[in-house]
């Protein structure tokens, strides 16, 4: 009897364990992406000109807007953060293209926002990427146009990868991970790395990146730690750190060493 609720407590904790398994492996896009929609009949306002351009990565539309200042510099494509929408990224937006002087084109990844379907892969968020890439180079088809990445948070990833396979003028990435494996085991250390499905490996990409990289980073991010964003711009000898002491994960913007990094990094691009 004994051999038998012994046999039946071991079975009882395998399917447990088995199931938070398949839970987290299947639905770890849940945990780490955090969308709002947006009504298709919503009118952005921003203090720059822009105006919203959708493209198409397997059957999905894709949302994104570009903001344009007078005498536009070139093109930055921004990937954004894992929560919101373009309601918020639009201002983000606006920020960065009076900041540089560079038209500053962002997009909703899948769920977002006005952009159809959902996060699905790595695989998938790398081929939008290549596909928002190829939608900007189509747009502007002078051969000396210039485009520039700047990954923030979750997105710093995706403009790694781009960067390590695309000749483009600079990198800009703001408090990045070294990877998002090592960010997921950070957040939930219960996690054995063989679950995570969204490894996206900075830290090998970033080695091939020919273009300069700016890093800024603050000291009290509780999220994706300092750390990582030190470690991360150790691995190419053509980035820059800019260290912001006491800034969090998402406030860098109301330092001016944020600002003063930023724009002296662009001002020689």
């Keep these: 009897m004994m051999a038998i609720l012994g046999l039946k407590f071991a079975l009882g904790i395998f399917v447990f364990v088995g199931a938070a398994a398949g839970f987290i492996y299947g639905f770890q896009q849940r945990l780490i992406f955090h969308p709002d929609k947006t009504s298709n009949e919503y009118r952005y306002v921003?203090?720059?000109p822009s105006q919203e351009i959708f493209f198409e990565h397997q059957g999905l539309k894709i949302h994104s807007l570009l903001v344009e200042p007078v005498n536009s510099r070139g093109t930055i494509l921004y990937f954004h953060g894992n929560a919101g929408s373009l309601e918020h990224w639009s201002e983000v937006a606006d920020d960065i293209a009076e900041l540089t002087g560079w038209s500053v084109w962002v997009y909703d990844y899948p769920g977002f926002g006005k952009s159809e379907g959902s996060i699905e892969s790595e695989s998938q968020m790398i081929g939008i990427a290549e596909q928002f890439l190829?939608?900007?180079?189509?747009?502007?088809?002078?051969?000396?146009?210039?485009?520039?990445?700047y990954g923030r948070s979750v997105g710093s990833g995706l403009a790694v990868n781009l960067a390590?396979?695309?000749?483009?003028r600079a990198l800009m990435?703001?408090?990045p991970y070294y990877s998002l494996e090592r960010e997921i085991q950070f957040v939930a250390p219960w996690a054995p790395s063989w679950l995570i499905r969204f490894k996206v490996p900075s830290n090998v990409w970033i080695p091939s990146v020919q273009a300069p990289i700016l890093i800024l980073h603050g000291t009290n991010d509780a999220l994706i730690p300092y750390e990582q964003g030190l470690e991360l711009s150790r691995l190419n000898p053509g980035c820059r750190l800019?260290?912001?002491p006491g800034g969090e994960h998402s406030n860098l913007d109301q330092y001016s060493e944020f600002h003063q990094g930023l724009q002296n990094f662009m001002s020689n691009i």
Excluded: G, M, W, Y
């Design 46 to 48: 921003t203090r720059l």
């Design 173 to 175: 990435l703001e408090t």
């Design 134 to 149: 190829a939608t900007a180079q189509a747009r502007f088809l002078d051969p000396n146009h210039r485009f520039a990445l």
């Design 242 to 244: 800019v260290t912001i």
């Design 164 to 168: 390590s396979r695309n000749k483009i």
